[in-house]
């Protein structure tokens, strides 16, 4: 425990607050992240320039869109729907006392990550990250960043449709639920017994899976995985009624 | 505080088929069921039979199984009525990315848990203990003012992407290597911090 390291170091005034990340967010705190963080999320992420579109056209962070502090939560209409949304406000600096507010009420609306950025436009500058000079968004719009391993609700709605002969949809439901209805041309191997009928699956197609909310989905792809298969899996809300597929809702 | 979470890079990114196999039908399948940041302090797992650590990922009532990130691979785990739970209320307690070590037995092919062990609270004496309020109040006053220094023991990359404002990032198997980091007035208030459990 790095506490009792620092005892060790001789350091005679330590504390530690043990409750953490998670208490400090949930009691209503903001948290910083940093330019390395934006870079890698870049293309993902809900860039908020704060100085508005004047400052901005001079120069922002690549991809950000351009609202002025005190307009940011007049255009709550346009902020994305998925709560798990990565929204990062900056401002010239870090601007703790100016960004902390519009970041506690922006995740009052439900955003799990809303930040501030650690050092700003300048801090971004200094670390030669990649900026964009003059013409900039003022709309918001979001990309997820799509997980490795998961397929899209679009892609997976047209191997249902045309089963292609490289593909093979794996429906983890159990054997009750499936006998409700399944997709056409989908085999039922419930989970639970996934790992002991590996034998029955080919090696040579890619395995899709399916549950009803993606949870048992990626449950099945693991095992496929450490199976050697080829595989990716659903994680979206799925219905059969009648032999019909309603697909895909998150 | 010494428990270092793992990060959730997704799944599997990095698997690949030994070449080996290709040419032997059977070739032995050891996949890796200890999480490397586990070993730091818990050497003994090494030697221990039938145990995975890692993080839970998710669980689903439906197929009685939760799912475990080992560093970069995900497994599957089967549990009973019978399984015991320890220093969490119930199995419904477990969720992402709470830190457990598995015992486990083998029926057929599937891994089935019998005592599932959330890692404990880290002791801390009480009179180190610092609150939310406390912190708040020397945050509001910057490490200047407030006479502190905040120190991040996670991971950096958890650092990177978030983390308490004023903190600077030591991650805990690196104290040693990093301590010029730390005040240089060994009796300034050093205040550290990690993930929390729960």
């Known amino acids: 425990m790095a506490a009792r390291v620092a005892a060790k170091l001789g350091y005679t005034n330590i504390k530690v607050f043990h409750a953490g990340v998670p208490a400090w967010a949930s009691a209503g705190n ?51 729907v998925d709560r798990k949304a990565y929204i990062v406000l900056y401002s010239q600096d870090t601007n703790l006392p100016g960004l902390a507010p519009i970041v506690k009420e922006v995740s009052t609306w439900g955003y799990k990550h809303v930040y501030i950025l650690d050092g700003g436009y300048a801090g971004w500058m200094k670390k030669d990250g990649a900026i964009q000079k003059g013409m900039v968004r003022t709309k918001i719009y979001y990309l997820p960043r799509p997980h490795p391993g998961e397929i899209v609700g679009d892609e997976f709605m047209n191997v ?12 983890v439901r159990s054997k009750a639920e499936a006998s409700m209805g399944m997709i056409d041309g989908a085999v039922n191997i419930p989970v639970d017994d996934l790992q002991t009928r590996l034998v029955e699956l080919p ?8 549950c009803v909310t993606g949870l048992r989905a990626e449950m099945g792809y693991s095992i496929l995985r450490n199976g050697g298969f080829k595989a990716r899996f659903l994680n979206d809300k799925v219905a059969i009624i009648d032999n019909r597929l309603y697909c895909c809702f998150k | 505080m010494k428990y270092l979470k793992p990060v959730l890079i997704g799944v599997c990114a990095i698997f690949v088929l030994s070449p080996l196999e290709a040419f032997s039908a059977k070739a ?39 799912q475990v990130t080992i560093d970069s691979r ?26 457990v070590r598995i015992h486990y037995k083998r029926v057929g092919e599937d891994l ?44 950096g ?42």
Do not use: W
């Open chain 2, 74 to 99: 995900m497994q599957v785990v089967k549990y009973m009525p019978e399984t015991t739970i320890k220093n969490v209320p119930g199995i419904k307690s477990l969720k992402e990315p709470m830190p």
């Open chain 1, 203 to 210: 090696k040579d197609k890619e395995i899709i899976t399916h």
């Open chain 1, 30 to 80: 903001v948290l910083l992240t940093t330019s390395d963080f934006v870079d890698k999320r870049m293309g993902y992420i809900v860039l908020l320039d704060s100085r508005g579109p004047e400052a901005a056209e001079k120069g922002h962070i690549q991809g950000a869109v351009a609202i002025r502090l005190e307009d940011i939560v007049r255009e709550k209409y346009q902020f994305p």
């Open chain 1, 160 to 171: 249902a449709n045309s089963k292609p002969a490289d593909k093979l949809i794996l429906d």
């Open chain 2, 157 to 198: 990359i958890k650092y990177k992407a978030e983390h308490i404002p004023t903190a600077i990032s030591i991650p805990f198997p690196k104290m040693k290597e990093m301590k010029g980091k730390l005040p240089k007035d060994k009796n300034q208030l050093l205040i550290f911090y990690c993930e929390g459990m729960r």
């Open chain 2, 28 to 66: 032995p399948q050891t996949p890796q069921m200890l999480t490397k940041r586990c070993l730091n302090c818990h050497q003994k797992y090494k030697d221990m039979e039938d145990i995975l650590t890692g993080t839970i990922k998710s669980r689903s009532n439906k197929a009685k199984s939760i």
């Open chain 2, 112 to 155: 089935v848990a019998t005592d599932i062990v959330v890692k404990p609270k880290m002791e801390v004496p009480k009179e180190q203990l610092m609150s939310v309020e406390e912190l708040e109040k020397l945050v509001a006053l910057g490490p200047e003012k407030g006479g502190y220094t905040l120190v991040d023991s996670r991971p």
